[in-house]
């Protein structure tokens, strides 16, 4: 059944606001911050469950839709198939790439996507600088190399790119992603938004026939697809964090990742780009239970069901959210990286009533997360290359030392708390008191004065994380465990805030209560003792990429995996303990992939076979000289390859733009631009 769409041009009072929340709770659907709220797994990213954090919870969904996709990586700024490891070092070296030029824009973790089409080259901006609005809409490019919005490099001499302006951003939002293609309707750029400070959700169009001269044709507001939710609960204007321009025959499309509680993939009719038009949309929920209706259904239980199993998922980051998307080139075949339901493919063949084709997951990969972060297919989609987004590389085993209740549970240390991994031997062991909520005016017992090490116990609610932490500590404890209420269960979060000094990890509350061998909140008594605890942390690995056969596209086989020495091994002494290496986005050509890789560099693979990928070119700068061209360590977000061609754009967090240019046979064609992507 094909829902009827509502496609919203934004307006300045489409924002939620308190009469929102006033309206909920009148409803009694109503719950804020650490109180009353519900829940189990918080997905990725931290919370700092200060009492006005925006965590608004409807009846007991976890929260107001998907989480933002970006909290892991800003946390972490602040804080049966073959398996390959590259042979390649993982130090310095520069192996059959050069670098061509530079566009040099020094803005520490603040460049983010990179794409180019017919001699410009357009890079993203992270969360700071958020948008200020200056200039938007304006028909005019603004001089702001290192201020927010899409900054425009022209690049038709790739020796020497030159910054040539940026499209300003709207006010209070980010420009994660930003593609372009020629379509029906000229060539469009659309850019997405994500709120920062109060900005709207959604995406932005221009046609940029002129790039010196982008003139603006819409902004896009994204809502939930569910008619309960969005209606009666005002699930709107939500984030998009990905996009993908397509065409079909006469038939432009922009396909957006929306960061809703239901439909994250929603494809809308941009033939007129001053008027889109929302025609299709999908989202994980199917795969929990296709027989339901997800855009018509009132029934809160199936919500509620259905937002148990988005928010479950695999290892510290659990959520099956969609992430990014990739689009065939004929427009009929959509790749959908959804977390932890990982890698979707979908028929688009209809844009208004998308089909599902096949599912490929394997939890027994990598380090066993998934996080199916993005994924490329090859010309004919018999291969599709997969990453998965990692930032922890750490693993923890967090066990009940003694008593009845001896054993492994699940547990997540905190993004503020002081490293396990640091203590001698990786190890937090002692004994435990229960301290209640430990925040600001509570009476909270003093440490035992016996010696050892003694692990604070407190229930999460009413303060943030930081205060209850900083209390145990001046009560004299050694490190801290968290657990959640009853009434979110045993969802885990990953702590956030202010940093503390303790070592610190966040429980389930069934796991609590097994500390104290009592069966509900009732039984437990301030200052009284529990088992002994032993939690330990040492390296575990960053995320790789996964290589799937699709020959059968109905059933794909996990062809193989490959991994960097640095992401199978962190400790290894050739990696720099600043850095991350995790992989981030792949593009596919030929039979090559080119892979943005965080603090690897920029890698080339050819995976002619499959089963067995080999590395064979490699961009990783080291060195206090490079730093200093750099603004930091190299820490490569994003990759854009010129198709036909030998140059690949790479966009560094700290440095910018650089253009490679990549060397011996099989570099492709010595010419300038080839055809873009994203275009059927």
């Not at 929340?21 to 719950?31: N, V």
């Not at 490099?153 to 709207?170: A, H, L, M, Q, W």
């Not at 009132?298 to 988005?310: C, P, V």
Request: proline letters at 6%.
């Amino acid at each position: 059944m094909k829902p009827n769409f509502t496609t919203r041009q934004r307006s300045s009072d489409s924002r939620l606001t308190v009469s929102r929340r006033t309206m909920l709770a009148s409803l009694g659907l109503l719950s804020l911050g650490g109180v009353t709220g519900v829940a189990s797994a918080h997905p990725d990213g931290a919370i700092t469950d200060e009492p006005g954090e925006d965590d608004v919870h409807v009846g007991e969904l976890h929260g107001h839709g998907a989480p933002d996709p970006s909290l892991p990586l800003m946390e972490h700024d602040v804080a049966t198939s073959s398996e390959i490891v590259s042979e390649g070092p993982s130090a310095k070296v520069t192996k059959n790439l050069a670098v061509a030029g530079r566009g040099e824009r020094l803005l520490p973790q603040g460049t983010t996507d990179v794409w180019a089409h017919e001699g410009y080259a357009y890079i993203g901006t992270f969360n700071t600088p958020c948008g200020t609005g200056v200039g938007f809409g304006s028909g005019e490019l603004v001089d702001n190399l290192v201020g927010p919005g899409i900054a425009v490099f022209d690049v038709r001499n790739n020796n020497n790119p030159e910054y040539v302006g940026s499209i300003p951003s709207v006010a209070g939002s980010r420009t994660n992603d930003v593609k372009v293609a020629t379509m029906n309707a000229g060539t469009i750029l659309a850019h997405t938004n994500e709120p920062c400070d109060g900005g709207p959700g959604g995406f932005e169009l221009y046609n940029v026939d002129d790039p010196l001269a982008p003139e603006h044709l819409a902004s896009v507001q994204t809502d939930d697809i569910n008619e309960l939710l969005r209606d009666a609960f005002g699930f709107v204007d939500f984030g998009v964090h990905n996009t993908w321009l397509f065409t079909q025959g006469s038939k432009d499309y922009v396909a957006a990742v929306v960061e809703s509680e239901l439909g994250n993939f929603q494809i809308f009719d941009i033939t007129d780009p001053t008027n889109p038009t929302l025609v299709g949309a999908w989202g994980a929920e199917s795969l929990f239970d296709s027989s339901i209706n997800w855009f018509t259904t009132t029934d809160f239980g199936q919500i509620l069901q259905a937002d148990a199993y988005l928010f479950d998922g695999f290892g510290s980051s659990q959520n099956r959210f969609l992430h990014d998307i990739t689009i065939s080139d004929d427009g009929t075949h959509a790749y959908l990286a959804n977390w932890d339901a990982g890698l979707v493919l979908l028929d688009i063949s209809d844009p208004t009533n998308p089909q599902f084709v096949s599912q490929a997951i394997d939890p027994s990969a990598g380090d066993g997360e998934v996080n199916s972060h993005q994924a490329w297919p090859t010309a004919d989609g018999s291969v599709v290359v997969e990453t998965e987004e990692d930032f922890d590389p750490y693993s923890l085993t967090f066990e009940i030392a003694e008593g009845p209740n001896a054993g492994e549970y699940p547990a997540a240390e905190g993004a503020i708390t002081s490293p396990i991994a640091n203590r001698p031997g990786g190890v937090l062991s002692g004994t435990t008191t229960y301290v209640g909520l430990a925040c600001n005016g509570d009476p909270i017992p003093p440490a035992p004065t016996t010696n050892g090490t003694h692990i604070a116990v407190i229930q999460r609610g009413v303060c943030a994380f930081t205060e209850k932490i900083d209390n145990a500590e001046a009560a004299g404890y050694d490190g801290a465990v968290v657990f959640n209420d009853e009434a979110r269960g045993d969802g885990l979060v990953t702590m956030g805030g202010d940093p503390v000094n303790l070592p610190g990890v966040f429980v389930g509350h069934s796991t609590g209560l097994a500390i104290f061998g009592v069966a509900d909140d009732s039984e437990l008594v301030v200052g009284a003792s529990g088992v002994g605890l032993e939690i330990v942390s040492g390296f575990g690995r960053w995320g790789n990429i996964r290589i799937w056969d699709y020959a059968n596209e109905a059933n794909p086989v996990l062809a193989s995996q490959f991994d960097t020495v640095c992401s199978a091994n962190p400790g290894d002494e050739s990696c720099d303990e600043r850095g991350t290496y995790s992989v981030h986005n792949v593009i596919v050509e030929g039979d090559k992939v080119y892979v943005s890789w965080y603090s690897n560099g920029v890698l080339v693979l050819d995976i002619s076979d499959p089963y067995n990928p080999v590395e064979v070119a490699r961009y990783n700068e080291t060195g206090p000289e490079f730093e200093t061209e750099n603004g930091g360590i190299q820490d490569v977000w994003g990759i854009y390859k010129v198709p036909n061609a030998p140059w690949i754009y790479a966009s560094d967090r700290n440095g910018g733009l650089y253009v490679l240019k990549e060397l011996g046979s099989g570099s492709g064609n010595q010419g300038r631009d080839g055809d873009d992507r994203g275009q059927s």
